[in-house]
């Protein structure tokens, strides 16, 4: 049964959703890689080690261009190191999940997927799903692939889906 909130509608997965759905776990995927760079860079294990390999290189090579080169090469390092892992994990779930929406998750009776529509265009995507790790034989569900688009951030749509998703798992 759809669910209006405020504007939007919350229904479940249609076909010709595919396409949005995808790009929409995509894109907000994507966004972790700055946000959990910027955390990196903050943790003092990653100042000590940027500044222990610098300090290390300038006995062991004599080239004091070579020390200080290496911070900004080990962050970009880093940064590709980063970006490339989401990139892997964006490429698996599109390939083993969602590459047939309605096969993966909506034939199962433990599995289900939901959609927020906002003047005909999909703007949220969320899933029910059996749990990814062992839970000691209880029954539990597991609320994935949840992402809302930027522009319609902070007005409760996630908080909906996922009130959509527990009562999918009452
Ligand atoms: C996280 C995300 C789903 C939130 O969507 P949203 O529609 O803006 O969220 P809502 O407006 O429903 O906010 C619900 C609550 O979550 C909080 N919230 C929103 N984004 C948050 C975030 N990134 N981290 C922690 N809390 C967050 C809000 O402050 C709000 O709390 P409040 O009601 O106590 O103020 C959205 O930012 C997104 O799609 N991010 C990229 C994908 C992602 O990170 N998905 C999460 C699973 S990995």
């Known amino acids: ?15 010709s959703n595919c396409e949005a759905a995808r790009s929409l776990f995509a894109a907000g995927m994507r966004e972790h890689v700055p946000k959990n760079y910027l955390r990196m860079l ?6 000590l080690f940027l500044l222990g390999v610098s300090l290390m290189l300038f006995p062991s090579s004599g080239s004091l261009l070579l020390s200080l080169l290496a911070a900004p090469v080990l962050l970009a390092a880093g940064w590709l190191l980063m970006d490339s892992y989401y990139v892997q994990f964006v490429e698996r779930w599109l390939r ?18 939901w959609v927020a529509e906002s003047e005909g265009e999909v703007v949220a995507i969320v899933s029910a799903k059996p749990p990814s ?32 998703v527990l009562s999918f798992a009452q």
């Open 42 to 47: 903050t943790l003092p294990r990653a100042h």
């Open 96 to 113: 083993e999940e969602l590459w047939d929406i309605q096969k993966t998750c909506m034939e199962r009776e433990e599995s289900h997927f």
């Open 133 to 164: 790790r062992y839970t000691d034989g209880e029954r539990t569900l597991e609320l994935a692939r949840l992402s809302v688009r930027w522009s319609h951030r902070n007005r409760g749509i996630a908080r909906a889906l996922s009130g959509t």
């Open 1 to 15: 049964m759809p669910q209006a909130v405020a504007g939007y509608c919350i229904r479940e997965y249609r076909d």
